[in-house]
């Protein structure tokens, strides 16, 4: 093969629009100095589609045929058909940012509705069309709370359980706008109230809290965190998922201020920690948020229609003064959550949380029933996870049930972590008898 | 040339297609069934709750209300939009791919091949030395990019405060500066629209820590001076920085890493043919050079000797993370799959051929292009018409129109980039429905589009009464 299979031109079209140019070579169009150019021997040797499919169909048989009882911020629940088919269709998948929306009216629509099924879950009246996950949209909150609280503090309060790569991520925004990141401490798997209200003081910007918590525990304090932010000006962000917000206490009604979290739990299949990032907040605070967002207005002749808007906060208007850098976002996961989220509606959406809660209750009990292994460790309510304290290290447990294909994570030196979804909940019989063997 | 496109509004309803919650909303009572006390849950959840078929015709109206590269012409300046290979899709799809990222290396070895495969794809077509993937967009590599920098600096005791950025960059790259915690220091454009070498002198200084560079600049024009500006830029210590929104002019030519960059980003959804999905998900994969390789992001993905294949470290001064996993896998899969359909005479024609694509369109309409020689893309100029109606009446004859009034150094501007997918046919119906609308009344360029699904909007209106949510709606 020579050329690119996705360039349409003949030998005698592109002699024909040379000459059209009134040139000579394709290379005479290239205005690149001897001293700095390439001879295009990258040595990548082109393939063909078949050779392509099986090359990589090859690499990932190397994953191991495992089931994966992990979570920890990525979930997987089961993605209807309906999502793959209708976000698949190249209308949706080959268009760009909704720059012209008189012919984007379709994905703009979709996304206003996302936003709109973000606004019900959250209780908050604004919510943007994706951030790229839950990590980066905490970060964005950190900075926003930098930008809206007049306190002069520079501090950001976050879980003493908090996912290590998601407090690192958080840590590369809070650099740039001087903030620095510290934790409050736990007690007994949610937030010790008594010691973040001890902590608060002048010097804090943000108080950041998660429903469920890292080790799965439902928040039971949401109020009370609320008000020990809002007592010190604090802004309140938290941190949840769309499965879980559809049951937990509704986030604008326990003080919180912006909600941030994974809307990918919805959508999007296990895919190796790829999200949807949510970020919703008060009306106060509208021409603060990062990200897209796409507003309802009125063509010409007096129909109802969307386009984005609010774009002076954007990189491309106000640039350094931007409330953020992003433009391309996850905005097609988004259509997927929303295509999915309509699939389920709330009858169906209320019945996966309450799985979640008792599927993880009852999955607990008995690896609690076996010898050598008590769960949950924590003695609060579970959703979709809890933690396992081992008699054996963890490790070795957790290598063990390894060898007999099951997958959970590693807390600490007696202490491991399973989640439970629709997705692995009909091998929830074979973990316990491996969990029996191996402890 | 007039061109209809899904106008299917019934004239009797003032919506194209009805709200999700206007088809029909239920409320459930959450606490009646959930296991949890009532302090822990919400009172109810109220949502649309369509059929299966509703949701198939929703979406498949929603679908036909927009422009896609599989409809047509999109020129979208500094975008990049090429055909994304189907198979690419199929690829992504495979579900022993799907699999989650707290897998020991052991039980993910497939995954962290292809990584590890595609980190040396990516390195040799920058001519860099080392690369990280997870940043998951553009502007999130651009980040990535800058607090590499910042970090080296810091690590060799250098305060240095200000990034320098030509005033016809990315607004991202004003923005990232800003998110990093430096001073933007902007450059003002030379007359022949490259970087003022003079200009360059004065702005640099022992305060730069980065220029932040686009070559081919965003009119399309190389920086022939990219020796020399490496080397001022590089004598006061400060590092550059090579944006790649525009590599694809480049590809098999010339190498980021060749001329003196010391660290870039790629824009997959660009360069590399990863579908855009309507603005995202996308990846911004950054290369280093071998002195900057230290401060990736972590973890990174190396081979090893022993049986196991691949593993992640977590090199030795790493800013830490951008990404909360490892960034849109799903995203790189198909970067790697266009990469290796294309090889090395593969990617360097689709240079080669969005270059020509990009000259021929110019040759063949009206408007003038002040600045050249362009690459693949170039400013054409409205003169004395108005950019964004000219584009828009563009739509009435079956294209997307350019990016409009940027950069701004081209007055009403229309920056075009044709890319290698369209022939010449395609282009010269791009280049007829450029003419027509640029010659066409003033009328009709205020009152355009007409054949569109929605007529023109009223985007003032939506700034000043910002209604974001059906919830929104239905409160006015």
């Known amino acids: 093969?020579?050329?690119?299979?996705?360039?349409?031109?003949?030998?005698?079209?592109?002699?024909?629009?040379?000459?059209?140019?009134?040139?000579?070579?394709?290379?005479?169009?290239?205005?690149?100095?001897?001293?700095?150019?390439?001879?295009?021997?990258?040595?990548?040797?082109?393939?063909?589609?078949?050779?392509?499919?099986?090359?990589?169909?090859?690499?990932?048989?190397?994953?191991?045929?495992?089931?994966?009882?992990?979570?920890?911020?990525?979930?997987?629940?089961?993605?209807?058909?309906?999502?793959?088919?209708?976000?698949?269709?190249?209308?949706?998948?080959?268009?760009?940012?909704?720059?012209?929306?008189?012919?984007?009216?379709?994905?703009?629509?979709?996304?206003?509705?996302?936003?709109?099924?973000?606004?019900?879950?959250?209780?908050?009246?604004?919510?943007?069309?994706?951030?790229?996950?839950?990590?980066?949209?905490?970060?964005?909150?950190?900075?926003?709370?930098?930008?809206?609280?007049?306190?002069?503090?520079?501090?950001?309060?976050?879980?003493?359980?908090?996912?290590?790569?998601?407090?690192?991520?958080?840590?590369?925004?809070?650099?740039?706008?001087?903030?620095?990141?510290?934790?409050?401490?736990?007690?007994?798997?949610?937030?010790?109230?008594?010691?973040?209200?001890?902590?608060?003081?002048?010097?804090?910007?943000?108080?950041?809290?998660?429903?469920?918590?890292?080790?799965?525990?439902?928040?039971?304090?949401?109020?009370?965190?609320?008000?020990?932010?809002?007592?010190?000006?604090?802004?309140?962000?938290?941190?949840?998922?769309?499965?879980a917000l559809s049951v937990l206490e509704e986030p604008a009604s326990a003080g919180v201020d912006v909600v941030v979290g994974e809307a990918g739990a919805l959508g999007?299949?296990?895919?190796?920690?790829?999200?949807?990032?949510?970020?919703?907040?008060?009306?106060?605070?509208?021409?603060?948020?990062?990200?897209?967002?796409?507003?309802?207005?009125?063509?010409?002749?007096?129909?109802?229609?969307?386009?984005?808007?609010?774009?002076?906060?954007?990189?491309?208007?106000?640039?350094?003064?931007?409330?953020?850098?992003?433009?391309?976002?996850?905005?097609?996961?988004?259509?997927?959550?929303?295509?999915?989220?309509?699939?389920?509606?709330?009858?169906?959406?209320?019945?996966?949380?309450?799985?979640?809660?008792?599927?993880?209750?009852?999955?607990?009990?008995r690896i609690d029933d076996l010898s050598g292994a008590a769960a949950p460790v924590h003695d609060r309510h579970h959703f979709r996870e809890f933690t396992v304290r081992t008699d054996q290290p963890a490790a070795a447990v957790a290598d063990d049930l390894e060898e007999t294909g099951f997958l959970v994570h590693v807390v600490g030196e007696h202490l491991l972590q399973v989640c439970v979804t629709d997705h692995n909940a009909g091998r929830a019989d074979d973990l316990v008898a491996a969990f029996g063997e191996v402890i | 040339m007039i061109h209809d496109q899904a106008d299917y509004t019934r004239e009797d309803e003032s919506v194209h297609e009805p709200l999700l919650s206007e088809k029909g909303e239920e409320t459930v009572d959450v606490r009646e069934e959930s296991p949890l006390p009532d302090d822990l849950t919400r009172e109810e959840l109220t949502l649309p709750a369509p059929s299966e078929p509703e949701i198939a015709r929703h979406y498949t109206r929603l679908s036909q209300m927009n422009w896609a590269i599989d409809s047509g012409p999109y020129p979208l300046g500094s975008c990049t939009m090429k055909y994304n290979p189907k198979f690419t899709e199929d690829v992504a799809a495979d579900p022993n791919a799907a699999v989650h990222p707290d897998r020991p290396d052991r039980a993910v070895q497939g995954n962290l091949e292809l990584q590890y495969r595609l980190q040396e794809f990516l390195a040799d077509v920058g001519g860099m030395d080392a690369v990280t993937l997870q940043p998951p967009a553009g502007a999130a590599g651009e980040l990535t990019g800058i607090l590499i920098a910042k970090a080296y600096h810091e690590h060799h005791g250098n305060d240095r405060s200000e990034v320098v950025i030509p005033a016809s960059a990315h607004g991202t790259n004003f923005a990232t500066a800003a998110t990093a915690g430096y001073d933007v220091v902007e450059l003002p454009s030379g007359e022949d629209g490259r970087v003022d070498l003079e200009a360059l002198e004065a702005a640099v200084g022992d305060d730069t820590a980065a220029l932040m560079l686009t070559n081919p600049n965003t009119v399309g024009l190389f920086e022939r001076d990219i020796t020399e500006i490496a080397e001022v830029v590089h004598d006061a210590g400060g590092l550059l920085y090579y944006d790649g929104a525009n590599l694809n002019a480049l590809l098999g030519r010339g190498r980021p890493g060749d001329m003196g960059f010391d660290v870039m980003h790629y824009n997959v959804h660009k360069t590399f043919a990863t579908p855009h999905g309507g603005g995202g998900p996308g990846a911004g994969p950054v290369g280093v050079t071998e002195e900057l390789a230290e401060f990736l992001p972590s973890p990174r993905v190396r081979g090893t000797n022993g049986e196991k294949g691949y593993e992640r470290f977590e090199p030795a001064e790493s800013i830490g993370k951008v990404h909360g996993f490892e960034g849109n896998w799903l995203v790189l899969i198909k970067t790697y799959a266009y990469i290796a359909r294309l090889g090395d005479e593969g990617l360097a024609d689709a240079a080669a051929k969005a270059v020509l694509n990009a000259n021929y369109l110019a040759e063949r309409i009206d408007l003038e292009v002040p600045y050249g020689p362009f690459h693949h893309e170039f400013a054409a100029t409205a003169g004395e018409r108005d950019a964004a109606d000219v584009a828009k009446r563009m739509l009435d004859f079956g294209v997307h129109p350019p990016t409009t009034k940027w950069p701004e150094m081209v007055p009403e501007a229309m920056l075009t980039e044709p890319t290698e997918i369209e022939g010449q046919s395609s282009l010269d119906d791009l280049a007829e429905a450029f003419d027509l609308a640029y010659a066409d009344v003033d009328e009709a360029l205020e009152t355009a589009p007409n054949r569109t699904a929605a007529a023109r909007i009223d985007q003032v209106g939506a700034a000043r009464n910002p209604r974001l949510s059906w919830q929104a709606l239905e409160e006015d």
Request: hydrophobic content about 40%; aromatic content about 8%.
């Open chain 1, 1 to 243: 093969m020579s050329g690119s299979p996705y360039a349409p031109h003949t030998d005698a079209e592109t002699a024909a629009m040379l000459e059209t140019i009134g040139v000579e070579s394709e290379e005479s169009l290239f205005d690149i100095p001897e001293a700095v150019a390439f001879d295009g021997e990258f040595g990548i040797d082109a393939r063909t589609e078949r050779g392509i499919r099986d090359e990589c169909a090859r690499m990932f048989a190397r994953n191991d045929d495992a089931t994966e009882f992990l979570g920890r911020g990525h979930y997987s629940h089961y993605v209807p058909s309906v999502v793959d088919h209708l976000s698949d269709r190249a209308e949706f998948l080959t268009s760009y940012t909704q720059y012209q929306p008189e012919i984007s009216q379709g994905f703009l629509q979709a996304l206003f509705e996302y936003q709109s099924m973000l606004v019900e879950l959250t209780g908050l009246p604004i919510a943007n069309c994706s951030m790229y996950d839950a990590a980066t949209a905490l970060s964005e909150a950190a900075t926003l709370a930098d930008r809206v609280r007049s306190t002069t503090g520079d501090v950001v309060l976050v879980p003493g359980h908090l996912r290590e790569g998601k407090r690192a991520v958080l840590e590369n925004y809070c650099a740039g706008a001087d903030l620095t990141v510290e934790a409050y401490s736990m007690d007994d798997g949610i937030a010790d109230v008594d010691a973040l209200a001890d902590r608060v003081g002048d010097d804090v910007v943000m108080v950041y809290a998660e429903n469920p918590t890292l080790r799965g525990c439902i928040e039971e304090n949401l109020d009370a965190i609320g008000e020990v932010a809002d007592d010190n000006d604090a802004l309140f962000t938290l941190g949840s998922d769309v499965v």
């Open chain 1, 268 to 365: 999007l299949p296990t895919s190796y920690g790829m999200g949807l990032g949510v970020f919703a907040c008060r009306e106060e605070h509208l021409r603060q948020v990062p990200g897209r967002l796409v507003g309802a207005s009125e063509d010409a002749e007096g129909d109802r229609a969307f386009t984005l808007t609010l774009q002076t906060r954007e990189q491309h208007i106000r640039k350094e003064r931007a409330t953020s850098n992003i433009c391309t976002n996850q905005a097609w996961v988004a259509l997927r959550a929303a295509i999915h989220a309509a699939w389920l509606g709330p009858d169906g959406l209320v019945d996966l949380a309450n799985d979640c809660v008792r599927d993880a209750a009852a999955l607990a009990d």
